[in-house]
């Protein structure tokens, strides 16, 4: 049986506007360099973490709360991550909106049998044609 092999259009859509909107965020920053090695280093990083398998992984959290100080440690560590959460709230509604989106497509690209080496670079360069259409809305038509 012969599977149809058809890029998921509408995720892969969806992650290219979320990528613009952090490339036209970016555009905007008063460093541009480091927060754009930044954002590509990320999307590289972001697209192998969501091409691997996590088969195996399902009982580290669970093998980490069986004593008392990993308990202590990971609510300490969860709630300073939510307090930076809500401080930098603007900055997270991007990064929340790209992993929604990343999640997605990779989900899609699942569904319809592509290879982990294939799906990641199917993201990342999807991913890099965002960001890039990001930073040209924002030169090249800026909204004064």
Not at 2 to 28: C, D, E, H, Q, W
Not at 36 to 56: D, E, K, Q, R, V
Not at 61 to 77: M, P
Not at 89 to 113: G, K, M, N, P, S
């Amino acid at each position: 049986m012969m599977v149809s092999r058809r890029l998921p259009k509408l995720s892969l859509t969806l992650l290219v506007i979320a990528y613009i909107n952090l490339g036209k965020f970016l555009s905007t920053l008063p460093s541009p360099l480091i927060s754009w090695s930044i954002a590509i280093t990320s999307i590289f990083f972001l697209a192998w973490l969501s091409t691997l398998s996590w088969s195996g992984e399902s009982g580290l959290v669970t093998r980490g709360l069986r004593s008392d100080a990993a308990t202590f440690t990971i609510i300490t560590v969860s709630s300073a991550l939510i307090s930076v959460v809500l401080l930098w709230w603007h900055f997270f509604t991007y990064v929340l909106l790209i992993l929604a989106a990343e999640i997605l497509a990779r989900i899609d690209l699942q569904a319809v049998y592509y290879k982990p080496a294939k799906a990641f670079w199917i993201l990342l360069i999807t991913s890099c044609l965002g960001l890039g259409f990001g930073w040209a809305i924002h030169f090249l038509m800026p909204i004064r």
